[in-house]
């Protein structure tokens, strides 16, 4: 049962990277890269570079230019960590929330005709994984120690 559970999780780890690789990019002013910052931002609030390069699984500096260039674009701001005053707190502006609340729509729309040609029990099922999904989730950021991957 537990090779079935390693299974199942390969597939929907695959299966949802090549669902975001379906995400059209043209017409955007940010990366996908960069679109996972503003989502991390909106998921978990502000955060310092440090906190955002581990749960992004990159350098620092790689954080850094990303920042760089979403706060020259007004959609991320930076101020001083109350608690460390060598360091910044990145969250998101009103117009990042704006720019990812846009890009979610229109991958949202870019897999309609995707969605449309399940039929509606897959549908069904479809929405009822998804669900289940984010109950796991939730369970988990309530219990630290049994905590999913940010």
């Known amino acids: ?14 299966t949802a990277a090549r ?8 017409g955007w002013a940010i990366s996908l890269a960069s679109a996972r910052i503003l989502a991390r931002l909106s998921d978990n609030g502000p955060s310092r570079i440090s906190d955002l390069a581990a ?15 979403l706060e020259s674009m007004g959609l991320v701001s930076r101020r001083t960590d109350p608690g460390d005053a060598r360091a ?10 704006s720019q990812l609340t846009a890009m979610r729509n229109s991958f949202g729309t870019n897999l309609v005709p995707y969605l449309a040609a399940l039929s509606p029990e897959e549908q069904k099922a479809l929405r009822g994984g998804i669900e289940a999904m984010r109950r796991v989730m939730g369970q988990s950021a309530r219990r630290p120690a049994a905590r999913l991957p940010q």
């Not at 049962?1 to 597939?11: A, P």
């Not at 669902?19 to 043209?26: F, G, S």
């Not at 910044?88 to 929330?97: C, K, N, Q, R, Y």
């Open 1 to 14: 049962m537990e090779e079935d559970l390693q299974q199942l999780g390969e597939d929907l780890i695959t």
């Open 19 to 26: 669902i975001v690789r379906w995400a059209p990019t043209e």
């Open 55 to 69: 749960l992004e699984q990159c350098s620092q500096p790689t954080i850094t230019n990303h920042v760089k260039r």
């Open 88 to 97: 910044w707190v990145i969250e998101l502006t009103s117009d990042g929330i």
